[in-house]
């Protein structure tokens, strides 16, 4: 009969049996899931015949020159008249951007009175157009 010396030797490592159990349990669980997230509800299309949709329509650009001249793109207006033709395009797209650009030279209240009358035409995004400075 062998006796034990009473020297037995301790193994310390950890056991990540359990771990590798619960982490294939969590993956099985979010694999089943994930497509029941990303469906959503349960909807029935309507099936219609159309064409694919276009790019970005034409930027819609007021330039303001030094003389104060207005120009919607290419089209020469007066602030009344830009008013009206913005009101009509707001019309049929409401969430149009409108970008002004403005001469450096031409006077702040110029530059009010244009951006007035893209307010008054219902269309309330305008950007201003700028240029990066040359020694950047």
Request: hydrophobic share 45%; no cysteine; net charge negative.
């Given at each position: 009969?062998?006796?034990?010396?009473?020297?037995?030797?301790?193994?310390?490592?950890i056991?990540?049996t359990?771990?590798?159990?619960?982490?294939?349990?969590?993956?099985?669980?979010?694999?089943?899931?994930?497509?029941?997230?990303?469906?959503?509800?349960?909807?029935?299309?309507?099936?219609?015949?159309?064409?694919?949709?276009?790019?970005?329509?034409?930027?819609?650009?007021?330039?303001?020159?030094?003389?104060?001249?207005?120009?919607?793109?290419?089209?020469?207006?007066?602030?009344?008249?830009?008013?009206?033709?913005?009101?009509?395009?707001?019309?049929?797209?409401?969430?149009?951007?409108?970008?002004?650009?403005?001469?450096?030279?031409?006077?702040?209240?110029?530059?009010?009175?244009?951006?007035?009358?893209?307010?008054?035409?219902?269309?309330t995004?305008?950007?201003?157009?700028?240029?990066?400075?040359?020694?950047?």
């Open positions: 009969m062998a006796f034990d010396s009473g020297q037995s030797e301790q193994i310390s490592q056991n990540v359990p771990l590798v159990d619960v982490m294939l349990v969590l993956l099985v669980i979010f694999m089943v899931t994930a497509p029941i997230l990303q469906q959503g509800y349960p909807v029935e299309l309507p099936k219609t015949e159309g064409s694919a949709l276009t790019g970005e329509d034409e930027q819609l650009v007021v330039s303001l020159t030094r003389d104060g001249v207005i120009y919607l793109n290419d089209t020469q207006l007066s602030a009344g008249d830009l008013t009206m033709k913005l009101a009509a395009i707001r019309r049929l797209q409401p969430d149009r951007h409108v970008f002004l650009r403005a001469d450096r030279s031409v006077q702040y209240g110029e530059v009010a009175r244009v951006m007035e009358a893209v307010r008054a035409s219902g269309l995004r305008l950007g201003m157009v700028t240029e990066m400075p040359a020694n950047r």
